[in-house]
Nanobody, 114 residues
């Protein structure tokens, strides 16, 4: 099992930046894949970015060039650097990990004002 706790969300103006963190309760070295999803009001949860234990990265087209996913294995933490934020990035952002099953954090709200 692994518990995931997100932090770093908040309110920011369009064009601004935020950095989300996801702290895992145990070593992430053996976690197959970790990533970020988001869910806006009245919309389905969607993939934002994922990173495998081997370093393979995948981004949603809507965030390519603006968001960067990274991980610090020593700190058991996953990050999402979000730059050039847009109002359409407003959502609850969830940390996700897959290792034999799916694990989710509780989510952190990101609100981008125009």
């Amino acid at each position: 099992q692994v518990q995931l706790v997100e932090s770093g969300g908040g309110l920011v103006q369009a064009g601004g930046s935020l950095r989300l963190s996801c702290a895992a309760s145990r070593s992430i070295l053996s976690i197959v894949t970790m990533g970020w999803f988001r869910q806006a009001p009245d919309k389905q949860r969607e993939l934002v970015a994922t990173m495998s234990s081997g370093g393979r990265i995948n981004y949603a087209d809507s965030v390519k060039g603006r968001f960067t996913i990274s991980r610090d294995n020593a700190r058991n933490t996953l990050f999402l650097q979000m730059n050039s934020l847009k109002p359409e990035d407003t959502a609850v952002y969830y940390c996700w990990a897959y290792t034999a099953m799916d694990y989710w954090g509780q989510g952190t709200q990101v609100t981008v004002s125009s």
